[in-house]
């Protein structure tokens, strides 16, 4: 992109702003800059003034139950045998989420990086990709992996995994894929400046994997390969199967365009989405969007009727998310802390929320699709997110339950 076609697609969105400190900058920054201009969607600002599409539009929430463990466990061998042969037969790819840094957790390290371990080194990824290899070792086949990065961590995790050999898994089996960015903007529409050379991004939000595998060009080596299926998880949860073949072959012979693993809720109120029915399809209500009624709820059994909470664990049939894409999905404007330089130039990390990101949401895929399959999973086998450095959903939780669970860390 040209500077005098840089200043036409500002002004085409009021954002000349932009270039403010560009006669300042070096060769590369410019060029840096003028590309990333290119390659940013300004039209997403639009939605300041109409609003969050996703919650404008939520419709009526009725309960949606589960898949539960007794019957699961009564068609075990039958589910195992169809997810195998659909993994043997090559239709089968796993997509993880790693688009995510390490902030919270006290390091500046993307957040697959993270080490668990405590008399060795045991890291996020590597965990993940041990999960994988028991599903490997049972079906005697690989099943390519799709590893969603940011910009903000992509080198970073490529050069670790290059480090540690791919934790054994092979580079020809792994593929690596960016999330698109979406500006952030203040209340005014006016997109912030990370730096007189950068404009102020963030990931587009745990919606954006397929419409960014698809820019990205990896849905063509999905398609080529003969895929059929994606199970899409992320990355902070170190118990989850991956590509299980009997979440999978439960998915398939269900029907069902789509599988979400789901697990009993400790509370009502437990901060995790609940699997629902919203106007008559699949859906998921947040944690903060459960109201006093929804809460109340029971179902025929006398148990809470939202009691089956999403682990970010679903297996979707491809084809169908073709359609989803295309159709476009709902964007969230989501209020947040914009670190950014001022007009004279100084950085400023705000205190408090002072501006606008916009993200699509994986929820807002599931409801798009017919039908779903809630498959309930053994919470202490398949359930331990490292969110935190302490306390709840944490490092510390974590390794408490992988050593429940057998792992030596």
């Given at each position: 992109m040209t500077l005098e076609e840089a200043k036409k697609k500002l002004a085409e969105y009021g954002q000349e702003h932009v270039l403010r400190f560009y006669d300042e900058l070096g060769d590369e920054e410019k060029k840096s800059l003028l590309a990333q201009i290119e390659n940013t969607d300004f039209s997403v600002l639009h939605y300041l003034k109409?609003?969050?599409?996703?919650?404008?539009?939520?419709?009526?929430?009725?309960?949606?139950?589960?898949?539960?463990?007794?019957?699961?466990?009564?068609?075990?061998e039958e589910f195992k045998e169809a997810g195998l042969s659909a993994i043997r037969g090559g239709k089968v790819g796993a997509v993880l989420l790693a688009g995510g840094m390490g902030t919270r957790l006290g390091s500046d390290d993307p957040k697959c990086m993270y080490d668990i371990g405590i008399t060795k080194h045991v890291y996020i990824i590597q965990r993940q990709i041990e999960n994988l290899d028991e599903v490997?070792?049972?079906?005697?086949?690989?099943?390519?992996?799709?590893?969603?990065?940011s910009e903000k961590n992509d080198a970073k995790t490529k050069a670790f995994l290059k480090e540690h050999d791919y934790f054994g898994y092979g580079k020809e089996n792994i593929w690596f894929f960016r999330q698109d960015m979406a500006p952030a903007a203040d209340p005014d529409g006016k997109v912030y400046m990370e730096s007189k050379?950068?404009?102020?991004?963030?990931?587009?939000?745990?919606?954006?994997?397929?419409?960014?595998?698809?820019?990205?060009?990896?849905?063509?080596?999905?398609?080529?390969?003969?895929?059929?299926?994606?199970?899409?998880?992320?990355?902070?949860?170190?118990?989850?199967?991956?590509?299980?073949?009997?979440?999978?072959?439960?998915?398939?012979?269900?029907?069902?365009?789509?599988?979400?693993?789901?697990?009993?809720?400790?509370?009502?109120?437990?901060k995790v989405g609940a699997m629902c029915l919203e106007d008559g399809r699949p859906s998921i209500v947040e944690y903060y969007d459960m109201t006093p009624e929804l809460l109340a709820a029971k179902n025929e059994k006398g148990d809470p009727a939202y009691n089956f909470g999403v682990i970010l664990n679903y297996v979707f049939r491809e084809k169908d998310l073709q359609r989803v894409v295309n159709e476009k999905l709902p964007m969230h404007v989501v209020n947040k802390k914009i670190a950014h330089i001022?007009?004279?130039?100084?950085?400023?990390k705000p205190e408090e929320p002072n501006g606008y990101k916009f993200e699509q949401l994986i929820l807002d895929m599931i409801?798009?699709?017919?039908?779903?399959?809630?498959?309930?999973?053994?919470?202490?086998?398949?359930?331990?997110?490292?969110?935190?450095?302490?306390?709840?959903?944490?490092?510390?939780?974590?390794?408490?339950?992988?050593?429940?669970?057998?792992?030596?860390?």
């Amino acid at each position: 992109m040209t500077l005098e076609e840089a200043k036409k697609k500002l002004a085409e969105y009021g954002q000349e702003h932009v270039l403010r400190f560009y006669d300042e900058l070096g060769d590369e920054e410019k060029k840096s800059l003028l590309a990333q201009i290119e390659n940013t969607d300004f039209s997403v600002l639009h939605y300041l003034k109409t609003g969050d599409e996703g919650k404008n539009n939520r419709g009526k929430i009725t309960p949606l139950g589960a898949m539960e463990l007794p019957e699961i466990e009564s068609r075990k061998e039958e589910f195992k045998e169809a997810g195998l042969s659909a993994i043997r037969g090559g239709k089968v790819g796993a997509v993880l989420l790693a688009g995510g840094m390490g902030t919270r957790l006290g390091s500046d390290d993307p957040k697959c990086m993270y080490d668990i371990g405590i008399t060795k080194h045991v890291y996020i990824i590597q965990r993940q990709i041990e999960n994988l290899d028991e599903v490997v070792a049972e079906a005697g086949v690989k099943v390519p992996l799709f590893i969603m990065t940011s910009e903000k961590n992509d080198a970073k995790t490529k050069a670790f995994l290059k480090e540690h050999d791919y934790f054994g898994y092979g580079k020809e089996n792994i593929w690596f894929f960016r999330q698109d960015m979406a500006p952030a903007a203040d209340p005014d529409g006016k997109v912030y400046m990370e730096s007189k050379s950068r404009i102020a991004t963030s990931p587009n939000g745990n919606g954006g994997w397929y419409s960014s595998m698809a820019k990205s060009g990896i849905l063509d080596i999905v398609h080529a390969k003969g895929i059929e299926w994606l199970n899409c998880f992320s990355v902070d949860n170190v118990l989850q199967r991956i590509a299980d073949p009997v979440f999978i072959g439960a998915t398939i012979l269900s029907g069902c365009a789509t599988g979400a693993k789901v697990v009993r809720k400790v509370s009502p109120d437990e901060k995790v989405g609940a699997m629902c029915l919203e106007d008559g399809r699949p859906s998921i209500v947040e944690y903060y969007d459960m109201t006093p009624e929804l809460l109340a709820a029971k179902n025929e059994k006398g148990d809470p009727a939202y009691n089956f909470g999403v682990i970010l664990n679903y297996v979707f049939r491809e084809k169908d998310l073709q359609r989803v894409v295309n159709e476009k999905l709902p964007m969230h404007v989501v209020n947040k802390k914009i670190a950014h330089i001022t007009e004279n130039g100084t950085f400023v990390k705000p205190e408090e929320p002072n501006g606008y990101k916009f993200e699509q949401l994986i929820l807002d895929m599931i409801h798009e699709l017919d039908t779903c399959l809630p498959f309930e999973v053994v919470r202490g086998h398949e359930f331990a997110p490292i969110k935190n450095r302490t306390g709840v959903d944490s490092v510390e939780s974590a390794r408490e339950l992988c050593r429940k669970d057998g792992i030596e860390l």
